[in-house]
């Protein structure tokens, strides 16, 4: 946009308005660096409201497992920590269908790989709650979802045979990712931060957003531009991606 020019004063540049998730409609929407929506008790949050206007909020009613908020490691932004012992949040309301989820993450530096150790035993931090604790997102080789497929690092498209791939990723970008994730989703709670016994997040959530169903090359490049460049990982985006080097507008 051009600079505003007055004669005889001073020339003022416009701040460009930038894309973010208001801009579609969203299921789900946990941003970590707005205060407004955290809730904490004693130290440690109790609840991460829900931005969409879907009131899915991820709530922690027990305080042993609560997460805490920190202020300043992920791009000097505020987001929620997830330490060295299981801290998860629960998240209701989920119809089943197909939801497109997409992450800013920032693994701790402490933990050897983002939520496992091996090729064959890791999962993603997310999961739900049903018989035996059903993992959706489980990366390994039994059990994938029908169709499931996964986009780590700013890639549009990867197909991925099993979940050893996507643990491939997920080192390959060093477990730092603005990543998009497209499964069918059971009728269930979400939980988010933890897999099971042994499997669970160490590190920094910035924002998680979903969508319904399989959007738009579009509306994914978007996404992963403006959480890029938001929280700081653009260098994860491919050289050819749109918005590598500036944030998307609307």
Partial sequence: MSPISIP??????????????SSIATELWLDGSDSSTITEISGAISQWDDKSGNARHAAQSNA???????????????????????????ISTFGSGTYSWFFALVKA????????TSNSNTYIPIATLGSNNTNILRLN?????????????????????????????????????????????????????????????????????????TPSSDTIQKVQGYLAHKWGLTANLPNDHPYKNIAPLP
């Fill in 109 to 116: 530096t402490y933990i050897t790989s983002l939520v496992g």
């Fill in 8 to 21: 005889g004063k001073v020339t003022l540049a416009k701040e460009p308005y930038y894309w973010t998730p």
């Fill in 141 to 213: 080789n039994v059990n994938d979802p029908s169709g499931a497929y996964q986009i780590y690092g700013g890639e549009l498209s990867q197909s991925v045979a099993n979940r050893g791939d996507a643990y491939t990723e997920l080192n390959r970008a060093n477990g730092n990712i603005c990543g998009y994730i497209n499964i069918p989703v059971v009728t269930s709670t979400i939980r988010l931060g933890y897999a099971q016994t042994g499997y669970f997040l160490g590190g920094y959530m910035g924002e998680v957003i979903v969508l319904n169903g």
């Fill in 64 to 90: 042993t497992f609560r997460p805490v908020v920190d202020a300043a490691t992920f791009n000097s932004l505020s987001s929620v920590y997830f330490g060295v012992a299981p801290e998860f949040f629960d």
